[in-house]
């Protein structure tokens, strides 16, 4: 277990395991999730359906993580993350729900168009997570340097 008490040149609020590990945490549910998509392709119907179910599943249980993550920095952080967080949300039911109609039809048109539209949301969503990465990586370069400057006013004022 990590020490909770912050570190010289450490964000507020975080531990040793702060935006670095968060970071190879995301790095690694990336490469999961590439495996996945990669191995889907060989499976059958019925197995790529529960493969599917079990990722949505995944991804609402880690926005809900983001909702409460949201919540808990409402207080310290602009307004602005959060409507992020719910225009995303509001987008994704969208095009779930959008999908989910585009399923029930059997024509094959419709099937393929709906292939279509999964593809380029997922091509969308992984962008989306790209300029995640890319903002996390600037927000936590930013805390780090937010901190050093911190510290040396500290160092400065003794």
Do not use: C
Request: aromatic share 4%; proline share 3%; glycine share 4%.
């Amino acid at each position: 277990m990590s020490d909770p008490t912050p570190r010289k040149n450490q964000a507020p609020g975080t531990t040793s395991d702060g935006p670095a590990s968060r970071l190879a945490e995301l790095s690694q549910k990336a490469q999961e999730a590439q495996r996945t998509v990669a191995a889907s392709v060989a499976e059958d119907r019925q197995k790529l359906s529960a493969a599917v179910a079990d990722a949505k599943d995944k991804a609402e249980q880690g926005a809900q993580r983001l909702q409460a993550s949201g919540q808990r920095a409402k207080a310290n952080v602009a307004g602005t993350w959060n409507q992020v967080q719910t225009s995303w949300q509001a987008h994704v039911d969208s095009v779930r729900e959008r999908l989910d109609e585009r399923k029930a039809e059997r024509d094959v048109k419709r099937l393929q168009n709906a292939a279509d539209d999964a593809e380029e949301y997922a091509t969308d969503a992984i962008d989306f997570a790209i300029a995640a990465v890319q903002e996390a990586e600037y927000a936590s370069l930013d805390a780090v340097l937010a901190r050093a400057e911190a510290d040396e006013a500290a160092d400065a004022a003794k």
